[in-house]
């Protein structure tokens, strides 16, 4: 190998399916592929997801819905609009067979005059305490308090999102939870959905109907920490281009940022910022390599990383070394990196070479 690869593990995305689903006991995983699935690649891990049981899915945009759509052939599957039915989305919302996530009272307007004198089938989101998309629950009582506005559609799912599911004590969830259960009282017979990965992971309360779990399906602990139940999906790993000595006193790399103080063996990977490795990585950063994690030495750049290997004869032009992955997890690079997992699984979307383990 010569280059940098990614390798993502479906057997591991089914894996975390499965764990979640064990979790959310009755209630139905929705997952979150938004973002080309956190940049994996939303038909691959759709399609995975389809055959381990998922029949509906989540998007942000409608590009990423109509793109979904086609990826998933003729499998029947709900997919879900975040941004609703925005201005002028209406048509092409109808041809795709998307469902919009109705954020607004224009966006329910919009979407019951699309319907013409048919009905179509709708998502509403009330906003419980994130102040983002949805409606307030003043809102939600006018339209339901006023049939009319709602005659040609079918509100099969009522929505909200957590802010801070995270962190289990925070007083917000459970406020949130109270507000939710207030306003889908509204649509009484709507399907109900307010938890993420970390929501699931909060109790039976949390699950209602649906829950739409993203990060921890694609390998990021649910509570932005590495968590034993997940299971890496993705790793990125590249060769050692060239093994040098640097002596005491010198620099390695762009702006002098490293200093050898001692004479320092490095291995120079072939692997940069233009394959994922955000350049906040460093200082604080590792690799795994021969068994034990590796720092990184001064600035990751577009195409290299210098690392840290004296002592360790393993180091050779060829040898793997893994910058993410089973042995240095998403949510530890991406901490030293100053960042969430999130980030960094949808930066991954760059020039590494793609390999896929499992059954596509
Ligand atoms: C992204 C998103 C999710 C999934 O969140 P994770 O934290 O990745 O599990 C669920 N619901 C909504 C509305 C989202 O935007």
């Known amino acids: 190998m010569t280059e940098a690869r990614l390798t993502l593990d479906l057997d591991a995305l089914a894996a975390n399916y499965a764990t979640l689903k064990a979790e959310a006991r009755d209630a139905e995983l929705a997952p979150a592929v938004k973002a080309d699935g956190y940049g994996l690649g939303a038909g691959l891990v759709a399609r995975r997801l389809w055959d381990e049981g998922a029949r509906a899915f989540y998007v942000a945009r409608l ?60 998502a509403i989101h009330v906003d419980t305490g994130m102040n983002r998309l949805g409606l307030r629950h003043e809102e939600a009582a006018v339209l339901t308090a006023s049939m009319d506005r709602l005659k040609h559609l079918d509100v099969s799912l009522v929505i909200s999102h957590l802010a801070c599911a995270g962190e289990p004590e925070h007083p917000l969830n459970a406020r949130q939870l109270t507000r939710f259960t207030d306003a889908a009282a509204l649509f009484p017979g709507a399907r109900r959905s307010l938890a993420n990965s970390a929501g699931v992971f909060l109790g039976g309360d949390y699950h209602f109907d649906q829950c739409r779990p993203g990060v921890a399906l694609y390998g990021g602990g649910p509570r932005d920490v590495t968590d034993a139940r997940i299971k890496a999906v993705a790793t990125l790993e590249a060769p050692i281009l060239q093994v040098r000595v640097v002596p005491r006193g010198e620099s390695i790399g762009y702006g002098a940022a490293f200093t050898a103080s001692e004479t320092t063996r490095v291995a120079v990977l072939a692997c940069g910022y233009a394959d994922g490795v955000l350049r906040s990585s460093s200082p604080a950063g590792h690799v795994w390599f021969d068994g034990a994690r590796r720092r990184l030495l001064g600035r990751v750049s577009m195409d290299l990383i210098a690392i840290d290997v004296t002592d360790c004869d393993a180091a050779r032009p060829g040898a793997l070394v893994e910058l993410i992955g089973p042995n240095l997890p998403v949510d530890e690079a991406a901490a030293a990196a100053g960042t969430t997992a999130y980030e960094l699984l949808v930066r991954l979307a760059g020039r590494a070479r793609r390999v896929v383990l499992g059954e596509a």
């Open 63 to 122: 590009s990423e819905g109509v793109a979904l759509r086609k990826a998933l052939g003729d499998r029947e599957a709900k997919i879900h609009v975040l941004d609703g039915a925005t201005p002028g989305s209406g048509p092409t919302l109808v041809q795709a067979g998307l469902i919009p996530v109705l954020n607004s009272l224009p966006q329910v307007e919009a979407w019951n005059s699309q319907a013409g004198k048919g009905v179509l089938e709708a």
